[in-house]
Every structure is written in structure tokens, then in C-alpha cells.
């Protein structure tokens, strides 16, 4: 399932080239000697048309001769719907051979059923060696395309059959390492020692690659022999005569053969070929292009709108008190307010809660991309990256509860009702993301997905939300009761000021402030959604970083003038603008996304494909609007006090 690991996408994208990220490799570095027995594991089964992905063994493969077994999984892993078992697929390092592996019984009506339509459904088989996803190369319009795993099977359109994977032709990339070894001897009088030098020569695996074929063996040719016993080498049949067709009553030989490769390839850059994607020059030229605009646009703003406050503030402290007593009747603008511009917003609890959980997601995106970039969390590292999500999530709850209060006691002038707040922020979006959830994973439940998340993880997650978030968020919110205290530089005048007419809606202007930074982020966020929905590896994270950054300076900027132009046509309620005119930046996001459905997913099939697509981009579209609606609102509220503690008060 892909629930939470759409909640960070949204607060990144790339920079340059010379900045792409290194990785760090996500397990321990292995020598094999030769002929040594390596078994591969399978993943579920996945497809880019209805994104529920199933077990291996819920179609009728052949099964380890010592039952299925488990791999250990992660949080991350259980949360995206990856099921890692074995498999009956062993291989001898450094051998090559053609084995068989077992015949099935005879298809049952619904067995032949199911396995056709996963076939129509483009389902893939997901395989691993020593960590490496198995690859594939197909033929597209003349250009040699890459692929993670191999489909069940195929159907011709020229043919009313569907026909199944059964035959396997592996090619296991190894480079030889050598080590060097040091045997101490001692005398057994301990009078010295020697040191003999010596070479240890082992292999290692840096490349796994598949070229599947469908092959109609009579059962009546295999019928004595046993699993792993040889047989001859297959070549992939032209006529579909040949092939293995699906259909009830069929019993279906499976065998594989496998041919080791030498190769120059050294083991930390194994991951090469899955994270270096076709295209990578126009995915740069495109995002550069992109930032520069947006860097020149929002410099053109930046320097106007300083120059414009700066001229204002000049203006306004060199009259003296005769003239400025004269002059206030002349006035107009932002110096009109002075006794309203913080007088208290409208829904303040519910003001604070979401500025506070907007830092919190704010936060964990920052960390994660950070820790990504230094290659801690790449894709070698499976799960790990939604692991550190979550984690980052619970633990800054602090922080969440820290602002949240802080503000609350800003606004109301005193601490009362800081402990209620406080839960508020802590069961705010983790429970508007746990309801969507439930809903979610009922329909995955209904349809026996593995993406549905067993009730005994729906128990530790909720363990993990109250055992560790909300202590952490009422920790937060008790200092920030202590913190020092946030003062006005002017006094609120008891009677509201009446706010001046406008031929226009204001919140027209504030929705229309979201596409600014959305002009930053919507190029690589088609990679970002490519990567989630049609199984690639998404791994510029240094490039992520820095667009993160340049976000965070759109956002600020945008606000920041959208605050100032309100306060120059009188009005003094920019509370709840300030944090939606960066943080509108969902809306575009969230339509943008039903955009890439419409035209990019038009395989995605189903009513129940759909409702999980909008549904886990709700929770998006949800987290991106707290977390850059906090960033303009704090940057806004920063600039309004530091205008109005410039303004001299008689």
C-alpha cells in the first residue's frame, strides 16, 4: 500500500545535475565462493493498472521444497505492501545450468480464471538476489526500455488465448573480488610471530536480469523428474503453438536456467542501472529552466515589495508629531490598521493546530530528504525511507505542540486551554489520515490485497500515535506555556475597524497566490508521481533537497506580498490569507493529480483503483497545505510584527 509514503512527495523536487545524490547501499556487502546456493525471494505481485498488489503464491507458482517462509519486513515495507517470501528458484554462484522445477496439477476452472485475468491485468512478478531487484530489457519503437520484473503472462491480439510465463532465462552479473587475508602465526613459545599473506577470492553480485519466455513442455517428458533436476536449455518459441496456454485442465511446467557473467561492474555501484533512468538530461534542462524563471519572477517581486515598505517606513518616521497629526488624516493603507492588524483571527484553535502540524510535517520532510540526499534512505534500503517518515513524524510532535501552544498563548495572551490544544494538534491530521486510511484498506481487505495492512499493524501504529506523538506534543505544548512570551508592538482597539469594499473577492487573489509555487514543483512532480504509481525508482534527492528550499522561498515570498497588499487596501484580517496563499498551493496540486489520472494512468482500471489513487492524493494535497501554509503564515506573521514595531505610536 502507498498511503503514507504519499504524504512526503509532495515537499521536494530538483535542482542540478552536479548535485544528484549518492546512496548508500541498503545491505551488507557479500562474497560468495563458487558454487555456493543463493535463493531468490519473490515480492508481491504488482500492476500500474489496478495497484493492488497480491501474493506470489495466491496464482498456482511452484513452491520451496521447505514450505513458504517469510522474509523479515520493516515498517516501511508492511506499510507499501511489499510480502517477501522465498522461492523455489536456487542458484549455484558461478554455474551455469537449466533446471526444472515442478508441474502443477491440472488447472482448475477458477484457477485458469484468476491467472488470465491477472494477465489482462499486466500483473508483474517481482524477484530478488542479494537485494537486486531482477530486471528485464524490451524493445519499444526502437529504443532498448528498461523494466523491474517480468509479467505472468502475455495476450497476442491476434489470439483468443492468454498464454503464461513458465520458462525463465536468467543472466546473474558477478565481479570478482579479491581480498587480502593475513594468517598469524605464533611459536608456541610465543617467541614471535609470522605473517603469511595470502589472496581470498570470492564474488559478488551486481547485476540480476531476466528474459521471460512461455515454452509447452509435455507433462507425459518431465513426468520422473524431481525438482532442481537438469534438463535441456529452451529457446523462445516463435509460434504461439508452442507457447503455454492458460486454460482449465492444463497442468503447466515451470524450469529456469541461469548463466553467470563476469563483469567490471564493483559492488557500490551496483544500483546503477535501476536509478539512472532515460531522459535524465531533458528530466535536468527542464527543472533548470523551470527554476529559473521562478527565480527571476520572485526576484523581481522580492526587491519591489522591499523597496515599497522601506520608502513607506521612511516616510511615515521622518514627519514630526504636528505633521504626523496632520498627515493621519490624509493617510490611507496599512497605517490605518494599526489598532486592528492583530486583533484576534477568526477559529484561533483551529489556527494553531494547523501551523503546528504544519511544522511537523514540515520538519520530517526536511530530515528525510536530507538523510536521503546523504544516501541513508535510498531505494537499496527498502522501506526504509517511509520507516524514517514515520519515525521523523512521531518524534517531532514536540516541535507540533511547541508552535502550536506558543502561538495560541500569542493570540489569547494566556496559557489556559494549552493541554486540549494540545491533543488537538496531536490528533488533528493523524486522524483525518487514520480515517482515510481505514477507509482505504477496508476496500484492499475486500479485495485480499497485501496492501492491506494486518490488524495487528493497525495496533502498533496506534501504539506508536499514543505512545509517542501525543506524550511528545503535550511535552512541546508544557514548554511552549514557559517560552517566552510574544508581545504586540501595538495595542487592539476595542471596536473593530469597518474594512473597505473591494470591486473583487479577496480570496480570489489568495487562491490564485497558489500557482507561483506551484510553477516549482509541478515538473518534478510528475516524477515524483511516475515513481509511486508506475513502479519506478525515484532518486535525485540532492535535486529534491534544493527545489525544497526554493519552495520555502516562493512560499514565504507569496504570502508575504499577498499580506502586505491586504493590509495596504485596510483589511486587518490576514490571519488565516496568509495561510492560505502559499499554502493553495494543494488545490493545484490535488487537480493536477487528477490531471496525471485523466491522462497519464489510463490503464488504471476499475472504480476501486481510482478511489485509492484520489484517495491517498487527498492525503498529499492535505499535508503539502499544512506544511506551506504554516511556512507563509510564521513568515508573515514574523513580517507584520517587525513592520508595526517600526511604527511610532502616540
Not at 543463493?38 to 515480492?43: G, L, R, S, T
Not at 513458504?68 to 515495507?77: C, D, F, H, Q, V
Not at 555501484?269 to 519572477?297: E, Q, T
Not at 500557482?515 to 514543483?521: D, E, I, K, N, Y
Request: glycine share 6%.
Amino acid at each position: 500500500m502507498k498511503p503514507l509514503i504519499l504524504c512526503s512527495p509532495f515537499l521536494f523536487l530538483i535542482f542540478l545535475p552536479c548535485l544528484q545524490a549518492f546512496y548508500l547501499p541498503g545491505s551488507f556487502m557479500h562474497t560468495y565462493s563458487k558454487a555456493e546456493p543463493i535463493i531468490a525471494k519473490v515480492n508481491s505481485l504488482t500492476s500500474i493498472e489496478t495497484e493492488l498488489p497480491y501474493s506470489y503464491y495466491s496464482l498456482p507458482y511452484c513452491t520451496p521444497k521447505e514450505g513458504i517462509r517469510k522474509s523479515a519486513e520493516n515498517l516501511g515495507e508492511l506499510l507499501m505492501g511489499d510480502q517477501i517470501d522465498n522461492s523455489p528458484y536456487r542458484f549455484q554462484v558461478n554455474v551455469n545450468e537449466s533446471v526444472y522445477l515442478c508441474t502443477t496439477n491440472p488447472l482448475t476452472q477458477e484457477q485458469a480464471t484468476l491467472m488470465k485475468q491477472r494477465t489482462r491485468q499486466m500483473y508483474q512478478v517481482n524477484m530478488i538476489l542479494d537485494n537486486l531487484p531482477v530486471m528485464r530489457y524490451a524493445e519499444q519503437n526502437g529504443a532498448r526500455i528498461k523494466w523491474t520484473g517480468f509479467p505472468i503472462g502475455f495476450y497476442p491480439f491476434d489470439s483468443l488465448d492468454d498464454y503464461i510465463i513458465n520458462h525463465l532465462k536468467f543472466k546473474v552479473l558477478v565481479h570478482e573480488y579479491k581480498e587480502q587475508e593475513k594468517v598469524i602465526l605464533s611459536s608456541e613459545e610465543g617467541l614471535g610471530v609470522v605473517a603469511n599473506e595470502g589472496n581470498k577470492t570470492g564474488y559478488q553480485i551486481v547485476g540480476f536480469e531476466v528474459i521471460p519466455c512461455s515454452i509447452r513442455r509435455d507433462p507425459k517428458d518431465v513426468a520422473n523428474l524431481k525438482m532442481y533436476d537438469p534438463v535441456d536449455p529452451a529457446h523462445y518459441p516463435v509460434e504461439l503453438d508452442k507457447a503455454q496456454v492458460i486454460k482449465a485442465g492444463e497442468r503447466i511446467t515451470f524450469t529456469y536456467e541461469v548463466e553467470f557473467e563476469m563483469s567490471e561492474i564493483r559492488w557500490p555501484s551496483r544500483w546503477d542501472a535501476y536509478l539512472k533512468m532515460d531522459g535524465d538530461k531533458v528530466h535536468w534542462f527542464s527543472i533548470m529552466n523551470s527554476m529559473m524563471v521562478v527565480f527571476f519572477l520572485a526576484g523581481i517581486v522580492f526587491i519591489i515589495f522591499l523597496r515599497t515598505v522601506r520608502r513607506d517606513l521612511t516616510r511615515y518616521e521622518e514627519c514630526d508629531k504636528e505633521a504626523q497629526a496632520q498627515m493621519n488624516e490624509e493617510l490611507s493603507g496599512w497605517k490605518l490598521i494599526v489598532g486592528d492588524v492583530f486583533r484576534e483571527p477568526a477559529c484561533p484553535r483551529l489556527l494553531c493546530v494547523m501551523v503546528g502540524n504544519g511544522v511537523q510535517i514540515t520538519g520530517m520532510a526536511v530530515v528525510t530528504v536530507v538523510f536521503s540526499a546523504l544516501g541513508f534512505l535510498s531505494p537499496a534500503s527498502r522501506g526504509m525511507l517511509l520507516t524514517g517518515m514515520i519515525i521523523l513524524y512521531l518524534f517531532l510532535g514536540i516541535t507540533a505542540g511547541y508552535v502550536g501552544v506558543r502561538l495560541w498563548r500569542t493570540i489569547k495572551g494566556k496559557s489556559d486551554g494549552w493541554k486540549s490544544l494540545s491533543w488537538l494538534i496531536a490528533c488533528f491530521f493523524s486522524g483525518i489520515v487514520f480515517v482515510i486510511l481505514t477507509a482505504l484498506n477496508t476496500i484492499l481487505w475486500k479485495n485480499k490485497s497485501t496492501g492491506a495492512l494486518p490488524v495487528s499493524l493497525f495496533f502498533t501504529l496506534l501504539a506508536l500515535w499514543f505512545g509517542i506523538s501525543v506524550p511528545l506534543t503535550l511535552l512541546g505544548g508544557m514548554y511552549g506555556t514557559r517560552a517566552t512570551h510574544i508581545e504586540y508592538p501595538v495595542r487592539t482597539n476595542q471596536i473593530a475597524r469597518e474594512i473597505p469594499a473591494r470591486s473583487y473577492p479577496s480570496w480570489f487573489l489568495v487562491l490564485g497566490a497558489g500557482t507561483l509555487p506551484f510553477g516549482t514543483l509541478f515538473i518534478e512532480l510528475f516524477f515524483i508521481l511516475s515513481s509511486l504509481w508506475l513502479g519506478r525508482f525515484y532518486y535525485v534527492f540532492g535535486f529534491l533537497l534544493i527545489v525544497f528550499l526554493l519552495l520555502v522561498i516562493v512560499c514565504g515570498e507569496v504570502s508575504l506580498v499577498l499580506t502586505y497588499m491586504h493590509l495596504c487596501v485596510e483589511d486587518w484580517k490576514w490571519w488565516w490569507k496568509a495561510f492560505f496563499a502559499s499554502g493553495s498551493v494543494a488545490l493545484y496540486v490535488f487537480l493536477y493529480s487528477i490531471n496525471y489520472l485523466v491522462f497519464e494512468l489510463r490503464s488504471l482500471s476499475g472504480p476501486v483503483s481510482a478511489m485509492l489513487y484520489l484517495g491517498y492524493s487527498l492525503i498529499m494535497a492535505f499535508a503539502i497545505m499544512l506544511s506551506t501554509g504554516a511556512i507563509g503564515f510564521l513568515l508573515s506573521f514574523y513580517f507584520v510584527h517587525y513592520l508595526f514595531s517600526s511604527v511610532k505610536i502616540d
